[in-house]
């Protein structure tokens, strides 16, 4: 059993969220695909507690 | 402290909030260490495994304890104060001109760039491996497929994201994918192959890159390639991403046959895929690299390949490509090319070293030599009891993979960043009883621009080292790559030639060649 998801990935051209580096999405660019860039940051500085707290919250 | 250490001058400098990714990063540290007298340069982002990497060669202070996650820390060790002084100082104008040449993005959040583009089919993630399953989790949520390039996932958050990728529908491939080629479209390493019939599922992002340049060199073409992440065949995973990537393949108008690429899955991941694909209807082809012939009865449905060549000959031939011949050919082939390379070796050397960036290829070339009754040393054995005592140190004949987290820790990956392989094959070059270096390069998206202008100063040097010795070196490499890669496939094997390295189109080729060599002494 295939979903209707997972066919839309190979069924129709790439459209991708590209989070992390900016290499990946330049190459998925030269190929035709069309990226949104994410320039990541980590979240709350990286405290882990801080990133638990806004999880819950956002 | 040595006497060394202590007439060193050690600068640091903290920028707090600038967050850069890795490939950034190491351009900026391979700038700062081109100042004339700089030692050694450090630039990393502040976070505790990082600082932890620093306080190893001496750099500490509360300004890197105050630092965290987000902030930049960059160390310069130089034997002049004004040497450190003038390379912090040109930090900044660095930092800028490197930035320059990629303009940020105004998105920061996986959301922000969904709002971008909710038709978004396909997130990528390429962050610390401490945030992304997280992030991944979002992106499921929001009903994209995901492709986890990060490592340093546990089983159990992996199990997590396939679990709900397989209540979602939406494809896992990772965490630590490599490789995917989806609609034509190479995602992390992959190279630049035409579109065709058959389709691959694969664990290893090297593997699927081998094989599917073989099919495309060899005039065939590629419908789509699967990653699934290094962890997928194993009992704790229960391989969801293959199963999930081959149902997709066999139900994909596009796709005439399949090959899975992999080391063997365990026991019960096995059974599981033996039941759900007896069914299918497409031929399936499989390479689990590691097999033990003793042990190939439980491998139905799939036709089995030893090596990736015969994987790809066997693709090629189902599906009716005349070049699947030349694929297949070889062993009898460079007979006078060994016999020459031994008549240069002296009496001393007798050992093989391979320096590999693909850990697959490290595999299957223990694993040919393995079946030749060549026992080989290895950070990652393919027999127990073979493992090498210290990874920094060859025994006999040995096989490294580079891109084992030991060497990687605090650094890129061997196809980014050689400098840890060209480090590795100065010091085998300097080891009396080595004959043979064994090398493979990888070419196509991601890798580096020139990875083999990044080793030239090195084979040139390891040669030399062997020269002055008497003897002769003999440097066998194989080529993973395309003529459309980035990087002009033909010059990069020019340069090699030119070096006097014996170059082969696949691992296996370029392991066969060796084994030749060793028979012959």
Redesign the interface.
């Known amino acids: 059993?295939?979903?209707?998801?997972?066919?839309?990935?190979?069924d129709?051209?790439?459209?991708?969220?590209?989070?992390?580096?900016?290499?990946?999405a330049?190459?998925?660019e030269?190929?035709?695909?069309?990226v949104?860039?994410?320039?990541?940051?980590?979240?709350a500085?990286?405290?882990q507690e801080m990133?638990d707290l806004l999880?819950k919250l956002l | 402290m040595s006497e060394s250490e202590s007439s060193m001058h050690a600068g640091i400098a903290v920028r707090k909030n600038q967050y850069y990714d890795s490939v950034f990063l190491m351009g900026i540290n391979n700038h700062l260490s081109e100042a004339p007298g700089v030692e050694q340069t450090a630039v990393v982002m502040g976070t505790d495994a990082n600082k932890r990497l620093l306080a190893d060669i001496g750099i500490a202070g509360p300004e890197i304890d105050s630092a965290t996650a987000n902030d930049l820390v960059v160390a310069v060790l130089s034997r002049s104060g004004n040497v450190t002084e003038g390379v912090i100082n040109s930090l900044d104008e660095a930092l800028k001109s490197m930035a320059a040449k990629s303009p940020a993005s105004d998105a920061r959040t996986l959301r922000a760039g969904f709002e971008q583009r909710p038709d978004a089919n396909l997130a990528v993630f390429s962050i610390p491996g401490d945030y992304v399953a997280d992030e991944a989790g979002k992106a499921l949520e929001a009903g994209m497929n995901v492709f986890i390039f990060s490592s340093n996932v546990s089983l159990e958050r992996e199990l997590e994201l396939k679990q709900i990728g397989q209540d979602k529908g939406l494809l896992v491939m990772g965490p630590d994918c490599g490789t995917s080629i989806l609609n034509g479209v190479g995602i992390g390493f992959a190279n630049a192959v035409r579109r065709g019939t058959i389709g691959a599922v694969g664990p290893s992002g090297t593997g699927l890159q081998e094989f599917t340049t073989q099919v495309h060199n060899a005039g065939g073409g590629i419908s789509h390639a699967i990653g699934t992440g290094s962890n997928d065949l194993s009992d704790a995973i229960g391989g969801l991403t293959t199963l999930a990537a081959i149902r997709l393949l066999e139900a994909d108008p596009d796709t005439e046959l399949i090959a899975v690429i992999a080391k063997p899955p365990e026991a019960e991941t096995l059974a599981a895929l033996h039941a759900q694909t007896k069914a299918f209807s497409k031929p399936l082809i499989g390479c689990f690299l590691g097999l033990n012939q003793s042990s190939v009865g439980g491998f139905n449905p799939f036709q089995l390949a030893r090596t990736i060549d015969e994987a790809s000959g066997m693709a090629l031939t189902a599906a009716g490509i005349a070049g699947a011949k030349e694929v297949l050919q070889d062993r009898e082939s460079g007979q006078d090319l060994a016999k020459a390379a031994v008549a240069g070796w002296s009496d001393e050397q007798r050992y093989l070293r391979g320096i590999f960036a693909g850990g697959t290829f490290c595999y299957q070339s223990q694993q040919i030599l393995r079946d030749a009754g060549i026992d080989v040393y290895s950070n990652s054995p393919i027999q127990p009891g073979l493992k090498l005592d210290h990874l920094d140190i060859s025994r006999q004949h040995t096989l490294v993979d580079m891109g084992d987290e030991h060497y990687t820790l605090g650094k890129l990956h061997p196809m980014i960043d050689a400098a840890e392989r060209a480090k590795r094959i100065l010091a085998e070059a300097a080891d009396p009883e080595v004959a043979i270096l064994l090398l493979d390069f990888i070419f196509g998206y991601n890798a580096a621009s020139d990875p083999v202008g990044d080793l030239m100063d090195s084979l040139q040097e390891a040669k030399a080292i062997r020269s002055k010795r008497g003897g002769d070196l003999t440097i066998v490499a194989s080529v993973c790559g395309t003529k459309p890669d980035p990087q002009d496939m033909d010059l990069q094997i020019e340069m090699l030639k030119e070096c006097g390295v014996l170059v082969f189109p696949s691992n296996a080729r370029a392991t066969a060649f060796c084994q030749r060599l060793l028979e012959r002494r």
Do not use: H, T, Y
């Not at chain 1, 129709?12 to 992390?20: A, T």
């Not at chain 1, 030269?30 to 069309?34: D, P, S, W």
């Open positions: 059993m295939v979903n209707e998801n997972q066919e839309g990935l190979i129709r051209p790439l459209v991708v969220i590209n989070v992390g580096l900016k290499d990946f330049k190459n998925l030269l190929q035709g695909a069309e949104v860039q994410v320039d990541w940051v980590p979240p500085g990286g405290d990133i999880d």
